[in-house]
């Protein structure tokens, strides 16, 4: 006779109070215990939460049913079905297929986001759980260190079936709290690739590279092998820095050595010796191939770090003064390698006193000098390694958000006017001499309030090597860039809950990290009414200079996150591509797109190049990288339904903006399979960007544009199409601001001619008043030029002086010099603000509204279109010659609403027709 035993399962749900009614279900029979292929006829046996009949602890978010099976060798199959925010009754398996189970695994358990699961975590009042995968090592320990830098403890791990380590502390995390921790196997240790919080990179102090000749400041690779410059080779200075300091009288860098002895200014001549730049003439050749590429791309070398050197504003006694660039303080010191293990500290005086000299000796104790926010709290010894990270914080996040819920100032994606910036350049230094952070940020949602956007898609801020950089090279993906946290008033950050009292205690200021810098910008964003977007990065993850990459080590020589089936790596050209084929690595990015929206509170997400994941390497690879894109967009439907998802993806498969159960067979023979839905709510459309690109520099036929723009090419519907003329990519690149490309210059002054400009504005309109969910890229709106070029660092940065001249559009040619530039700046801005102030106040210009084409004549270089919608239709007129052209309207009556042409915008106040280079909108009447 066959025997019956209890089968509990067990569905952890994180404890999200909004997932509710969760009922089981499988391939058995629950009254006969027998195996049934028909699922019991989708009947569902409920699940506890209450403490009873299984369930151990009641409301902790843990759910389990026990049902009595026959114990013959075979497989099941089960899942769950609750109630979460996409809607009841939802299938809760992330996962294509169902979940499995043999007669032998007497508790199945499923949790479906590990987040509060894997990391550290308190649990209840004081206990402690660190956890992590790695499912190649046998042992695995957690190191904790004091806060002077010692081995405070080493506890052995516990492996878990799954390939997960754990240890549970029942007490301790008040003794713990702000102690830093590591994993360690074997001989290799590293910081936990989950901490939201780690001790930080070298405060103050960054490593950097700087063209010999140029003195600009480059970046960290060898680009050599694809006809670029190859930086790595170039000279190392320390760059220094305080922030947040602008009503300083003066700052000071001390530089002392091992014993503490203040280096005088020739002892430091005679250890770092003077800096200098190489002429072209006496540079070797590889310096001057890096020289000719430079200036063959016209990047401008004006910015120069080296205007910052420290010798010239050294006093005798060794004092560096450093120079004010905006808000703060900074000086660069050459021969950075002589710099390693010697000590460092800033003095900021301010209304004529020394900041944190408590006893007014004029100088600073080791205890005064760790309690100012600008010096390291850590460590005084200069690291040959200031951009890495040292160690994993004990820590968690008290902040609350108050504005979570707070209405924005449009929910509606097809409404959606998204401008696209980099935390760390935006609106900054023009040489980037002194990088963006948050509060920044913050400071500049005025200008952003008056130009008009509502939606904000930041590029990547979680943390990364350095503290400069695009943040596509991620080393932690939980944890903020540290670069952008900043100084805050002490007891402003204790009434947000972002330092506790004893943090607070006796300072003036406190210093913001990296995760609670996004969380407080973000918060005063909706405040606002903007919606926030983050940028991640799933193809790949870092490996440049200066920076970590815990997932590398996480079970030693194994290379677990990166080896596809054990045997090899899949690299792409930015670095290894992880192997999403093991379910760890598939959930490390589940939760962490649950992270950016949970914890973070982000209205959506932008992924970068996921056709990495889907459409490269073997069937395998595309697979499972297809497979983890539809479990991220599953989980995300079940924890904020609605969050806005953005694909940047050129693979032109429909598919990637495509429902769950649309799937469609590709390839041939032995390489075909089937592609699926994978469930993002948009794709940036390329096709419009290099059409546009093309008509701006004279290449395309107003035919071919006019498909662009009204043909949803390669997505279903527009309202999956994100459209755009600029990017970070287009434009640090491939230079391709539009003003440039009509140009046909990277020069200032040829951009910033009346045809150009002109030619700018049309592209523009047809960005913003054309079909699609329309994009903007940081400093369009403002005719910028800057470079940004990936790699040179010094190029990120904007001039910004024109916001601060009182100067009239109309009258620009009139003017000269820096008045001329700022009044075309200032047309240019004007533009775009009353550009998509009538993209929101028409129906016909939503991204769904309907667009049909108007005329085309390629002999001219004309074309219209009209939006209709809500009742109401507009006219877009557009010439992209160097001639004014006539361009039919539709029959009827039509009023002109709007002219790129208009002198308040730069124009020329063409009557009649329209101007060169030039866009009319109408509205039917």
């Known amino acids: 006779m066959e025997t019956r035993a209890p089968f509990r399962f067990t569905v952890d749900t994180g404890a999200r109070a909004e997932w509710t009614n969760l009922r089981l279900k499988g391939s058995f029979n629950p009254t006969t215990g027998e195996y049934d292929p028909l699922w019991n006829g989708g009947q569902t046996i409920p699940m506890r939460d209450d403490g009873r009949e299984g369930d151990e602890v009641a409301g902790d978010g843990v759910y389990t049913a026990t049902v009595s099976l026959k114990t013959e060798p075979r497989s099941y199959e089960w899942g769950v079905v609750a109630d979460t925010k996409a809607g009841p009754g939802r299938w809760l398996p992330l996962q294509d297929g169902n979940l499995r189970f043999g007669a032998e695994e007497r508790n199945p358990s499923y949790t479906p986001i590990t987040n509060h699961k894997l990391g550290v975590h308190r649990r209840g009042q004081d206990g402690v759980l660190f956890a992590t995968w790695a499912p190649a090592t046998d042992e695995l320990a957690v190191e904790i260190f004091k806060r002077d830098g010692s081995l405070k403890a080493r506890h052995a791990m516990e492996k878990q079936p799954d390939g997960t380590f754990k240890l549970e502390l029942g007490q301790g995390w008040s003794d713990l709290e702000g102690l830093g921790y590591r994993f360690a196997t074997g001989d290799i240790a590293y910081s936990d690739p989950r901490a939201r919080f780690l001790q930080g990179q070298q405060r103050g102090v960054e490593r950097i590279f700087v063209d010999p000749v140029l003195g600009i400041e480059t970046g960290w690779y060898d680009d050599s092998g694809k006809g670029g410059p190859n930086y790595a080779d170039n000279p190392t200075w320390g760059r220094f820095t305080v922030d947040d300091r602008p009503e300083a009288d003066k700052v000071q860098l001390i530089i002392k050595d091992e014993k503490g002895h203040q280096l005088s200014k020739s002892e430091l001549l005679q250890r770092l010796g003077a800096p200098r730049l190489l002429s072209y003439e006496e540079a070797p050749p590889k310096d001057k191939q890096d020289v000719d590429i430079l200036n063959r791309w016209g990047v401008d070398s004006d910015a120069k770090v080296t205007d910052y050197q420290w010798l010239e504003r050294t006093a005798e006694n060794g004092a560096i003064e450093l120079e004010q660039v905006g808000n703060a303080w900074v000086t660069t010191v050459n021969n950075f390698p002589a710099l390693a293990g010697l000590r460092y500290e ?110 904000l898609e930041l590029m990547p801020f979680n943390e990364f090597g350095g503290k400069r950089d695009w943040g596509y090279t991620p080393d932690y993906y939980f944890a903020g860039a540290e670069a952008y946290g900043f100084e805050l008033d002490a007891a402003e950050a204790l009434r947000k809950g972002l330092v506790s009292p004893r943090e607070a205690e006796g300072r003036e200021t406190v210093w913001v990290h990296g995760l609670e810098a996004i969380k407080v910008f973000v918060d005063e964003a909706h405040r606002r009414g903007f919606n926030v977007l983050g940028d991640v990065v799933y193809n790949h993850t870092s490996g440049k200079a200066d920076a970590d990459n815990p997932m590398w080590e996480l079970d030693g020589d194994e290379r677990s996150f990166f080896k596809w089936n054990g045997q090899y790596i899949s690299n792409t050209d930015w670095g290894a591509k992880p192997n999403f084929g093991a379910d760890g690595v598939k959930q490390f990015f589940v939760d962490n797109a649950v992270q950016q929206l949970e914890e973070l509170g982000l209205d959506g997400i932008r992924f970068d190049f996921t056709q990495v994941l889907h459409d490269t390497g073997t069937n395998q690879e595309k697979w499972e990288g297809m497979q983890t894109l539809r479990m991220i967009n599953r989980a995300i439907d079940h924890v904020r339904p609605g969050a806005y998802t953005v694909a940047e993806d050129f693979s032109r498969s429909w598919l990637v903006a495509a429902d769950y159960d649309r799937s469609s067979w590709v ?114 709106e403002f005719l910028d030029n800057a470079d940004y070029k990936h790699g040179v660092t010094a190029t990120w940065g904007n001039d910004m002086s024109w916001l601060g001249r009182t100067v009239d559009p109309a009258q620009a040619e009139s003017l000269s010099g820096d008045e001329r530039v700022a009044a075309l700046k200032r047309g240019h801005f004007n533009f775009y603000r009353d550009l998509i102030k009538l993209r929101g106040s028409s129906p016909a210009f939503t991204s769904t509204s309907q667009i049909r084409p108007g005329s085309v004549n390629n002999e001219e270089r004309t074309l219209s279109y009209v939006r209709q919608g809500g009742g109401e239709e507009l006219c877009v007129l557009a010439n992209f010659s160097d001639q004014p052209r006539q361009v039919p309207l539709p029959e009827g009556n039509w009023k002109l609403v709007l002219s790129s042409d208009d002198r308040q915008y730069g124009g020329s106040g063409l009557q009649g027709g329209v101007a060169p280079g030039s866009a009319l909108v109408y509205k039917r009447v």
Do not use: C
């Open 346 to 455: 800033f003095r900021v005086y301010e209304n004529g006193r020394l900041v944190g000299d408590l006893n007014g000796d004029g100088q600073l104790s080791k205890a005064e000098r760790v309690r100012t926010p600008f010096n390291d709290p850590l460590s005084d010894r200069i690291s040959n390694r200031p951009g890495s990270e040292r160690l994993s914080l004990i820590r968690e996040s008290k902040f609350a958000f108050q504005h979570q819920d707070a209405p924005r100032k449009t929910s509606d994606p097809s409404r959606f006017v998204i401008y696209e910036l980099h935390v760390g350049s935006f609106m900054g230094s023009k040489d980037n001499a002194n990088p963006s952070n948050f509060k920044d940020l913050m400071h500049n949602l005025d200008y952003l309030e008056e130009l008009g956007v509502n939606t």
């Open 667 to 780: 390839g041939e023979n032995e390489h075909r399979m089937e592609k699926k839905g994978m469930g993002f709510d948009a794709v940036w459309n390329d096709r419009f960007h290099d059409d546009m690109i093309d008509a701006l520099a004279g290449r395309a036929s107003m035919d071919r544009l006019m498909e662009a723009l009204t043909r949803h090419v390669d997505v279903e519907s527009w309202s999956k199409a994100v459209v755009y003329t600029h990017s970070h990519d287009e434009v640090g690149n491939s230079g391709q601001w539009a003003a440039r490309v009509a140009a046909g210059s990277q020069n200032t002054e040829e951009t910033l001619k009346p045809l150009p400009r002109a030619l700018a504005r049309t592209a523009a309109t047809l960005t913003l008043l054309g079909a699609g969910v329309p994009m903007l890229f940081q400093g369009e």
